[in-house]
Nanobody, 118 residues
Framework: VQLQASGGGLVQTGGSLRLSCTAP????????IGWYRQAPGQQRELVAQ???????RYAGSVKGRFTISRDNAKNTIYLQMNNLKTADTGVYYC?????????????WGQGTQVTVSS
C-alpha cells in the first residue's frame, strides 16, 4: 500500500474529523488525488478530489461541509469534514490516478473508518 491514510474515527452528528493521506512524491505528483468512500451495501463513490494545480471537485452531498487541500512539501492531502451526518458513515479510501508503473490502474490506500452517530 503506497497511500497511507489516517484520521478516521467515531464522532457525533455535527462533529468534525480530518483525514490525511500521504503518498510517495512520484504518485502525489501524477495529477488528481483524493478520497472515495464506501458505505455498507453501497458502491464506492467519489467524495473529493484535488489536482496537481489545486483544482477541486466534490460530491454534491458534501459541498460546503468538506474541504480538500494538499501540502506539496509533505506529499499529503487532507480532508476536513465538518457538520458530519450519519450518511457520511463509511470507509474512506485515499485514491490517486495511476501511471505507467501501475499499468495506469489507480492507487488506493488501505481505508479508514468514519462513523457518525446520531
Amino acid at each position: 500500500v503506497q497511500l497511507q491514510a489516517s484520521g478516521g474515527g467515531l464522532v457525533q452528528t455535527g462533529g468534525s474529523l480530518r483525514l490525511s493521506c500521504t503518498a510517495p512524491r512520484r504518485i502525489f505528483n501524477i495529477n488528481a488525488i483524493g478520497w472515495y468512500r464506501q458505505a455498507p451495501g453501497q458502491q464506492r463513490e467519489l467524495v473529493a478530489q484535488i489536482t496537481r494545480g489545486g483544482n477541486t471537485r466534490y460530491a454534491g452531498s458534501v459541498k460546503g461541509r468538506f474541504t480538500i487541500s494538499r501540502d506539496n512539501a509533505k506529499n499529503t492531502i487532507y480532508l476536513q469534514m465538518n457538520n458530519l451526518k450519519t450518511a457520511d458513515t463509511g470507509v474512506y479510501y485515499c485514491h490517486a490516478e495511476g501511471d505507467h508503473y501501475s499499468g495506469y490502474e489507480p492507487y488506493w490506500g488501505q481505508g479508514t473508518q468514519v462513523t457518525v452517530s446520531s
